[in-house]
């Protein structure tokens, strides 16, 4: 029988605290060990190997509202393998101008 812990969260949060919240993600990856606490539930994740990487972001200008979902998928016991992302950049800027997409 498989023994399953989960967590879920879900809340407002203002930008520096997200920000903070997605670098302390990156140290625990970088480290080997993910480990989630809200209130008295906890759910610790070894980092083990490569991680499937979905992210879904969009900008709908008129309504003017933004969204960004990443999820991560890896197993515990995989071996690592070190490759560079391909075709994926993350950054404060768009590397060229964007033109906005017009609803026909």
Same mark, same amino acid.
């Given at each position: 029988?498989?023994?399953?812990?989960? &967590?879920?969260?879900? !809340?407002?949060? #203002? +930008? !520096? $605290?997200?920000? %903070?919240? &997605?670098? +302390?993600? !990156?140290?625990?990856?970088?480290?080997?060990?993910?480990?989630?606490?809200?209130? %008295?539930? +906890?759910?610790?994740? *070894?980092?083990?190997?490569?991680?499937? =990487?979905?992210?879904?972001?969009?900008?709908? &200008?008129?309504? !003017?509202?933004? %969204?960004?979902?990443?999820?991560? $998928?890896?197993?515990?016991?995989?071996? *690592? =393998?070190?490759?560079?992302?391909?075709?994926?950049?993350?950054?404060?800027? +768009?590397?060229? *101008?964007?033109?906005? #997409?017009?609803?026909?």
């Amino acid at each position: 029988m498989a023994d399953k812990r989960s &967590l879920e969260y879900s !809340g407002k949060l #203002e +930008a !520096g $605290e997200v920000a %903070s919240y &997605l670098e +302390a993600l !990156g140290r625990s990856l970088r480290d080997g060990r993910v480990v989630i606490e809200s209130g %008295s539930a +906890a759910v610790e994740l *070894p980092v083990a190997g490569p991680i499937d =990487v979905q992210l879904d972001a969009a900008s709908y &200008l008129q309504k !003017g509202r933004c %969204s960004l979902s990443l999820e991560l $998928e890896w197993r515990s016991t995989a071996r *690592p =393998v070190r490759r560079p992302p391909v075709g994926l950049r993350i950054a404060g800027t +768009a590397a060229e *101008p964007m033109k906005p #997409e017009l609803d026909v």
